[in-house]
């Protein structure tokens, strides 16, 4: 991974460990809807940092949950990645450049979950893998959001 003009944070065994079930939770949760097709899988992450860390025991960078997210298997189809701080989400858009699945917003979660649920080519149906830091701002959409409830970052 590459170096950024801003600091990574720093995340302890716990969250290591959360990330870890992202990963697997994320792939579990794709392999449940694989055979519906017509339904479209969405990974949304309100606070999706940088898309990388370091890690308080090694002091190595590691993957976020973005980056975690991208590399499940299925796939989802498209990814809400939103942050408040520009200079992370300038630093997860080179991680995600050449993408068109991927949408990076800069600012308020809560007033981006709603336009994501305004948007008519998603229906209040479709399936939403929601990190549980996320999923209060997801609650607030009325329902229009499925959620899977381990945490991002």
């Not at 950024?4 to 302890?12: H, N, Q, R």
């Not at 579990?28 to 860390?53: C, E, M, P, W």
Request: aromatic share 14%; charged share 25%.
């Amino acid at each position: 991974m590459t170096t950024a003009p801003f600091k990574f944070d720093e995340i302890g065994y716990w969250s290591e460990l959360k990330l870890d079930i992202v990963e697997k939770y994320g792939s579990a949760y794709t392999k449940a809807f694989a055979n519906q097709k017509r339904l479209k899988k969405y990974y949304i992450d309100a606070f999706s940092g940088a898309g990388v860390h370091v890690s308080k025991r090694t002091k190595e960078q590691i993957e976020g949950s973005p980056v975690r997210a991208l590399k499940v298997s299925p796939a989802f189809d498209r990814f809400y990645f939103i942050d408040m701080d520009a200079d992370k989400t300038a630093y997860l858009q080179k991680l995600c450049e050449g993408r068109s699945d991927v949408y990076i917003h800069t600012g308020d979660s809560n007033s981006y979950l709603k336009r994501i649920a305004a948007d008519d080519s998603i229906s209040e149906f479709q399936p939403c893998f929601v990190s549980a830091r996320s999923l209060w701002a997801a609650s607030r959409l009325g329902g229009h959001a499925a959620s899977g409830t381990v945490e991002g970052g």
